[in-house]
């Protein structure tokens, strides 16, 4: 009898979840906007380059991105971003370290020093590393007196420039990780009889990883683009000291649209490729360190 009259009491309905509460609009007014503005800024501008390269036949296109002296931009490019990368996130990192982990006189000064090449106009940052290397400068002619080594006009001193220009990417990316690490964890490996290189190289390295690889890409990515800090140390001498981005802005001077688009291609892909596989050690280091 209880039964029967318990099947017959209908049940109540399960009270409906309250609708999430969103600071910004619904998700397919945010996509489309995110959408339409990266589009705009991004795509749009570089689809425009692929289709002004699509006029030129294969045989030019290939001449024009293979000739010597493209060739000998291209090395110098990519070769000396890479350099300026790698010296970056060395030093960055120790930068980062000092700047999070001790405490000294003038550590604030530093600390915005740090961010003087995102501040300061980058031919100002040309002239400045020029006046600094050259023959006569403070720098300069103390290295060629001493060492015998000249900077100013030659690829070292875009090395330099692209060193001085991606120091902020390295440090930025690396303090805040470096500063949210748990030094309980430092402290237990000390506690279990790890020396110190063992701490820093099992325990803190592989926090640090996946941000000090992000800070090496966008250096680098910084760096193959660059033009305002090192047209004034470089020299610019064909085939000794002429990085792409001049090269392609020479092609625009002599009105030479397709040509310059085209170099700018073969740079937007290789750039591509290397800041994709950068990504993918990135994603590797993150999932071997167990962070999603």
């Known amino acids: 009898m209880s039964a029967t009259i318990a099947q017959s009491i209908p049940l109540a309905a399960p009270a409906p979840r309250p609708a999430p509460y969103r600071v910004m609009p619904g998700f397919n007014l945010s996509l489309g906007?995110?959408?339409?503005?990266?589009?705009?800024?991004?795509?749009?501008?570089l689809s425009a380059v692929f289709f002004k390269t699509?006029?030129?036949?294969?045989?030019?296109f290939w001449a024009a991105v293979t000739s010597e002296r493209v060739m000998a931009s291209y090395r110098l490019t990519f070769g000396a971003s890479l350099i300026g990368a790698t010296v970056n996130a060395v030093f960055g990192f120790i930068v980062a370290w000092v700047l999070v982990r001790y405490q000294f006189p003038g550590k604030r000064v530093i600390d915005a020093l740090v961010d003087l090449p995102f501040a300061l106009p980058t031919a100002v940052a040309g002239i400045t590393l020029t006046a600094l290397y050259s023959a006569n400068g403070w720098f300069g002619s103390i290295l060629e007196a001493k060492l015998g080594l000249k900077v100013?006009?030659?690829?070292?001193?875009?090395?330099?420039?692209?060193?001085?220009?991606?120091?902020?990417?390295?440090?930025?990316?690396?303090?805040?990780?470096?500063?949210?690490?748990?030094?309980?964890?430092?402290e237990a490996a000390a506690s279990l009889g790890a020396s110190a290189w063992q701490t820093f190289s099992r325990v803190v390295f592989p926090t640090v990883l996946p941000s000090l690889m992000t800070g090496f890409a966008l250096a680098f990515a910084?760096?193959?683009?660059?033009?305002?800090?090192?047209?004034?140390i470089a020299g610019n001498?064909?085939?000794v000291s002429e990085i792409t981005p001049l090269f392609i802005i020479t092609k625009l001077e002599q009105y030479d649209y397709a040509g310059a688009?085209?170099?700018?291609?073969?740079m937007l892909l290789i750039s591509f490729v290397m800041l994709l596989t950068i990504n993918l050690l990135q994603a590797w280091a993150r999932g071997k360190s167990g962070k999603k």
């Open 33 to 45: 906007f995110t959408i339409f503005y990266l589009s705009l800024i991004v795509l749009i501008p």
């Open 54 to 60: 699509f006029t030129m036949t294969w045989e030019a």
């Open 152 to 186: 100013a006009f030659t690829p070292l001193g875009v090395v330099v420039a692209l060193t001085f220009i991606g120091l902020p990417f390295v440090v930025r990316t690396v303090q805040p990780v470096l500063e949210d690490a748990e030094r309980e964890l430092e």
């Open 222 to 232: 910084r760096a193959t683009g660059e033009y305002g800090s090192v047209i004034f």
């Open 237 to 239: 001498m064909p085939m």
């Open 261 to 266: 688009t085209a170099i700018a291609v073969v």
